[in-house]
């Protein structure tokens, strides 16, 4: 028979084991994301990650001031996403500048398209 111990144990490792492939995915947005929103939203998917992280070691090892860490993350992850927002709302632009590649691709459609004469 299986002790809840052991169930418990089971789950939290193959916790650890999702949020670890969720990190990994979400850090590599940052890194490659193309927008500023789109990186802003990963950072603040790393907080929820990092919560996830904090939440399953205070289950695992049966220590509750953990929780009150996760609470406090979420909180100071939370202005941090509205202090991102209204950077990029007072920038105004949220698009990457076009590569090199893109601005020879128009300039050269533009050149095809005049008429000759």
Do not use: E, H, N
């Amino acid at each position: 028979m299986i002790t809840p111990a052991a169930i418990i144990t089971a789950a939290s490792s193959g916790a650890l084991v999702i949020l670890g492939l969720a990190l990994l995915l979400t850090v590599w947005r940052v890194i490659a994301g193309p927008t500023l929103p789109d990186r802003i939203l990963a950072l603040d998917m790393l907080t929820g990650i990092a919560i996830g992280f904090i939440a399953v070691i205070a289950i695992k090892t049966g220590f509750s001031l953990y929780i009150d860490i996760a609470i406090s993350l979420g909180l100071v992850g939370f202005l941090a996403t509205v202090a991102f927002a209204r950077f990029v709302l007072s920038r105004g632009s949220i698009k990457s500048p076009p590569s090199a590649a893109a601005a020879k691709g128009k300039a050269k459609k533009r050149r095809t398209g005049r008429k000759r004469q």
